[in-house]
């Protein structure tokens, strides 16, 4: 059994600690940019995107936690209460805890608690080269709905 709960702010250190250098890796490896330039990067957009951490009007930070009870991951969204729709920025499970079925469990709890308020879509993002996400999503239920696309110009 999984269960989503309000991300402590103890909590919120830890989920720092993990998405600060994972999302960095990914500017790096879908951006070009060099791997200071991607945590300045992250830094930055985490510091707009969530200025008061998991008291952000607008955003739910969640841990995700384990038949024990223990933490087993983290997700954050935004809802969208006027066009019933919710945009998950940010999934993961802890490392020692992926392919156990876990993910799509908090999916599924996620669905339900989201259906309660009235929500009936979920969006998100997933990167190019994160095949492991891509397959949970699509197991999910999830489908392709566009691609981001980039091209480099002026000699960098």
Known sequence: MI?????LQQEYAGYLA????????????????????????AKQEIATDLPDGVDTDGQVLLSVLGQDEGLAGY???????????AFIYDFHILPGLQGK?????ALKALEALLLEQGIT????????DNARAQRLYRTAGFRV??????????GR
Do not use: H
């Open 145 to 154: 709905t566009g691609l981001n696309m980039i091209r480099r110009i002026g």
């Open 18 to 41: 993990y998405f600060l250098p994972d999302y960095a890796l990914e500017i790096t490896a879908n951006y070009d940019q060099s791997p200071a330039d991607a945590l300045a990067q």
């Open 3 to 7: 269960k989503l709960r309000p991300m």
């Open 75 to 85: 997700l954050w969204y935004r809802p969208d209460l006027p066009a019933q729709s």
């Open 101 to 105: 079925g876990l993910g799509k469990a």
């Open 121 to 128: 879509q979920i969006g998100l993002r997933v990167a190019a």
